[in-house]
Structure formats: C-alpha cells, structure tokens
C-alpha cells in the first residue's frame, strides 16, 4: 500500500477536496490468493468512504476483464500488468483520488518500478503476511487445488515464486498476539489508525 504524508493542493479544487491527502494506491500485494486482499481493500474503502473521502478500488479480477484482458500469467505479463495499474494509479492520484489496489503483484521489482513513478510518499506498500497454507485451506476458487494437480501453470504460490515485500510501510498479520484470527475489519483499522497516526489522512 502506499501513501503521501503530505497534502497536495490541485489546482481547480474545491477547499473539500484540497483537504484531502492525496494517496496514490493503498497497494495490497501481500499476496497470494486467498490471503483476503479484496476483502481488506473492500472494507477500507468503505471506512475511508464513511470519513468521506473519494476512493476507488481496482482489484485483480475487475481489471483483467477489462483493461488488462489481454494478458496471461507468464513472467512478462504480469510484469506489464503491474505497469498498467501503477500508471493508472498515478493518474488517479494526481487527480486526487485515493486509489486502492488488491494484486498479487508478485516480484519486488516490479512493485518497485511503481513506487519510483509515483511522487514521494505516493506509494504505501500493505503486506497481508498470510502463511500459505491458510491460503489453501480457504481456496475459495479452488485455484490452489487446480494448481496442486498441474491444471494451472506458474501458479503464484505453487510453481511460481512471491517475493515478499523487504520494506513494506504496513505488515498485517493472520492472527492477533493472542492468536486468534484477524478479520478484514480488524485489518482494515489497522491501516486506518496508522493513516491516522502518521497524519496521512487529514480533512472531515
């Protein structure tokens, strides 16, 4: 995920709108499917939309049917994709939306490509540290089990590699300190109180 400390004031914007910090992507790559990075991204949005801030959402599925329909799941086009979705996010941010995104987005270098396109503190990185086997244990496509029998290739996770991220501004766990399971609310205050304690979010 990703996210400015600064408020940028745009030209032609309404004293509303100029309150707003802009962030770029709430950028959820932690992951591997099943890890609930849609369910998180969805439930954030919501609770940035209740404070009353312009949001949008662009997740992995919505987008592939679309603007990125084109493309399969080899090295290289999920590199382009990854590309796509950061420029698109960069456009977005500048406009002042904040923009949220649930990818896998897979390879550190890529994730890094993106970060350097969009303006200083535009970019916060989110990692949903689910261990894979909870993962598979949801597998609510039944993708992992397609994968496990070689119905699916270079499958994340499977026979293609995460690189987790090094550096990432957020870290959500699976489970509490008590050990229990956190939920996509939990989740999604978490990112909220750290917005709020780094003055990320500012305005009604």
């Known amino acids: 995920m990703h996210l400015s400390r600064e408020t940028k004031r745009l030209e032609g914007k309404t004293p509303k ?9 709430t950028w959820i790559p932690a992951g591997l499917s099943g890890s609930g990075k849609s369910t998180v ?6 609770a940035l939309a209740a404070r009353g801030k312009v949001t949008v ?27 796509r979705i950061g420029e698109v996010s960069k456009l977005f941010a500048e ?8 990818f896998i987005s897979p390879y550190r270098a890529d994730r890094a490509k993106v970060r350097e396109r969009m ?12 261990p894979i086997e909870i993962c598979e244990e949801r597998d609510p496509k ?18 293609d590699p995460y690189e987790e991220p090094e550096n990432p ?21 978490e990112i909220i109180k750290y917005l709020d304690s780094n003055t990320y979010l500012r305005g009604p």
């Open 17 to 25: 709108e100029d309150d707003l910090t802009r962030i770029s992507s």
């Open 41 to 46: 991204a969805c439930t954030l949005e919501h």
């Open 57 to 83: 959402l662009l997740d992995g599925d919505n987008v592939r049917h679309g603007l990125n329909s084109n493309l399969g799941f080899k090295a290289e086009d999920r590199e382009e994709n990854i590309r």
């Open 95 to 102: 406009s002042g939306v904040i923009t949220l995104t649930s």
């Open 119 to 130: 303006a200083k503190g535009d970019f916060l990185e989110v990692y949903m540290r689910i």
């Open 142 to 159: 039944g993708l992992y089990k397609a994968a496990r029998a070689g119905k699916i290739k270079n499958f994340t996770g499977i026979d």
């Open 169 to 189: 501004e957020i870290t959500l766990n699976a489970k509490d300190e008590e050990g229990n399971m956190a939920s996509a609310e939990d989740m999604a205050a």
